[in-house]
């Protein structure tokens, strides 16, 4: 026997076209070559043994048997097979087309135990298969480079073997195969476009192997309704446009693109653009949380800062040492009736006082006590207008002691403020100048209240009618910046 050598394609010729091409058997012919020249008797052997050589190979049910048998010695010896009968006449999985020239057309081995390499010369050499199925077995090594023998194969089921290796070019030329299952191997390499030779598919399942790349961009089968290369971890790229219509669920577990799955990080530029745009958003938002949650702490440490001040006022209660260099100052508070403000003998244009606050009295309290209700029944005069207020000359009850009582206008200080200052201007001594002896201070109000000085005001001093201008000198009118008239 001569083994089958499936890279020669007159190997699959119809029998009938070797028929055409047969000579004569070699003795009859050989006989009369030798009164030929040697150059014809080469030629007329060539031809001989080429007709010789496909008489042996000749596609026949012999040769399936032959192909099946070698089939089993690889990967199933335990099949019960009688090598007694024709394969056609109940070997486990074999079928055969009816008639008189028999062939074996299915050959459906699911989940046998096989095991090993199929080697070529075995399932390569069924060549009128129409049905291969040897799913669920443990057959490893690459599927048979001669697989593209089996030209008449339909339905190629190979799931769940450990098929490796890449796809082997012959599988292309299965140019009638409709169903190809070769799912949960091992195989490798990129799925190619030479799969577009097998116009008539119409499932392909590559699922669960080790493909890798990327798919054909012009991959066009026309036929083809299910589709899946899921649990290729290495195929990468974008889903070709003629696949884009097929559900995710045909591209799990891969590193694809596009069509139903997430757009293409490169191809899809306008999607690139709206990824940079909403990274771009997420920094903004975080520099205006930022923004906002600086603003919000800076209120809150001001208003802190504000209220801390404020109570710090408050707690003013007695004496405090304040100024820097000067004698230290007693604060006396006095308390003042919430209702001072609704006296009826207030002084003309008097503040609304009513909010309890104290008069706080710089240094020792006076001799004759007064607190803000009494300032406000005392009688009063305007004493003159100044750009921060008006100043009133105010006797109390019993006409001690006189008070000059300024009412600042137009002061917005914190309370603490305002006290440090007016504490120091208590602190100065000058003959010069009145003594501050009190204040009040509230939001509404600031009042700071002097010792009467009774010599009259410098302006009536100088515009009035009875100033007599020889009890002034040339230095009174000299402009003194320090001096005692200042
Ligand atoms: N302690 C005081 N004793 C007597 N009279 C006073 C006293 N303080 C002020 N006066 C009189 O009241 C007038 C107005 O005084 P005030 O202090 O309001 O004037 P000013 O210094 O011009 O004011 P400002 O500093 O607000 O411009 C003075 O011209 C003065 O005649």
Request: net charge positive; glycine share 10%.
């Amino acid at each position: 026997h001569i083994p089958v050598e499936p890279s020669r394609p007159f190997l699959y010729l119809p029998s009938s076209w070797y028929g055409e091409l047969a000579v004569p058997p070699p003795r009859r012919s050989m006989a009369p070559g030798l009164r030929f020249p040697p150059a014809f008797a080469l030629v007329q052997l060539a031809v001989t043994l080429l007709a010789v050589l496909p008489r042996h190979v000749v596609p026949d049910l012999a040769g399936d048997r032959d192909a099946l048998l070698a089939l089993r010695t690889a990967v199933g010896n335990h099949l019960k097979w009688d090598r007694s009968v024709s394969p056609c006449q109940g070997w486990q999985g074999v079928s055969c087309s009816p008639g008189p020239n028999q062939r074996v057309v299915e050959l459906r081995l699911v989940a046998k135990s096989l095991s090993g390499q199929i080697p070529v010369g075995t399932v390569g050499n069924l060549t009128a298969l129409q049905t291969l199925s040897l799913r669920f077995n443990a057959i490893s090594g690459p599927i048979p480079a001669d697989i593209g023998g089996c030209a008449e194969l339909r339905w190629l089921y190979l799931k769940g073997n450990r098929f490796d290796g890449d796809i082997p070019e012959s599988f292309f030329s299965l140019a009638l195969l409709k169903k190809t299952d070769l799912s949960e191997n091992r195989l490798t390499g990129g799925v190619s476009s030479e799969f577009n030779k097998l116009g008539n598919l119409a499932t392909l399942n590559l699922e669960g192997n080790n493909l890798n790349g990327a798919l054909p961009s012009g991959l066009d089968l026309p036929k083809l309704t299910q589709f899946n290369v899921s649990y290729n971890g290495q195929i990468d790229g974008p889903v070709p446009a003629s696949l884009a219509g097929l559900p995710a669920s045909a591209f799990l577990g891969t590193a694809l693109c596009g069509g139903p799955l997430a757009a293409c990080p490169n191809s899809d530029s306008e999607a690139h653009k709206s990824r940079k745009l909403t990274l771009g958003a997420i920094v903004g938002i975080i520099i205006a949380a930022l923004v906002v949650l600086i603003i919000i702490l800076s209120i809150c440490v001001l208003i802190f800062s504000r209220r801390r001040r404020a109570a710090a006022g408050r707690s003013t209660e007695a004496a405090a040492d304040v100024h820097e260099g000067t004698d230290p100052i007693t604060v006396t508070v006095a308390m003042t009736g919430r209702d001072a403000v609704k006296r009826s003998h207030s002084p003309p244009g008097s503040p609304l006082i009513g909010d309890g606050k104290k008069l706080v009295f710089l240094g020792s309290a006076p001799e004759r006590p007064y607190d803000l209700e009494t300032m406000l029944r005392a009688s009063a005069e305007v004493l003159g207008k100044g750009v921060h207020g008006t100043t009133y000359r105010a006797t109390l009850d019993g006409g001690e002691p006189v008070l000059a009582i300024k009412r600042l206008r137009d002061v917005h200080l914190p309370e603490r403020e305002f006290r440090d200052r007016v504490v120091a201007l208590g602190a100065l001594r000058h003959d010069n100048l009145p003594g501050l002896r009190a204040y009040f201070y509230s939001k509404e109000e600031k009042l700071l209240v002097f010792d009467f000085v009774g010599a009259g005001s410098l302006s009536s001093l100088l515009h009035g009618s009875s100033f007599d201008h020889t009890h002034l000198g040339f230095a009174f009118f000299r402009p003194r910046v320090h001096g005692r008239h200042v």
